[in-house]
């Protein structure tokens, strides 16, 4: 099955909503939820969201499923969003504070091309057991 969009249907393809406004402010929008959301799993978490450095997107704000999506697709019920810097020790123990306390099914990490290329094949570990359940 295809991940997204073929060729012949990408150009095609419209969002099924319209974007917010030009002054929408996203962050404002979602503070309370992502507040309330990160008091519930670990309090000290607080600091990330009032800097601004996490955010918390719940599924009812994604929109409908595409219909090209797979029929097996399941949107996550959250994403929780987290702003680094590459070289700061800071922002390492943010990472794994954050990983401890939402403890998630995936994780993606955006790097730039050039920061890609110089990671060390292997460098990175990963659990081998899934996560415990939080509920």
Known sequence: MAAGPTPSTAASFRPPL?????????????LADTRAAAAAINPALAGLV???ALVRIPRRRFGPVPAWRPP???EPEEVWILGTSHLSAESTEDVERVLRAV????????LCR????TAEPG?????????ASRF
């Open 50 to 52: 009032e800097s601004g």
């Open 114 to 117: 050039s920061r890609a290329l």
């Open 123 to 131: 460098s990175c570990t990963l659990p081998t057991t899934p996560p």
């Open 18 to 30: 319209p974007p917010p406004p030009p002054c929408f402010d996203y962050r404002s929008a979602s």
């Open 72 to 74: 097996d697709f399941a």
């Open 103 to 110: 403890r998630p099914d995936n994780v993606v990490v955006e």
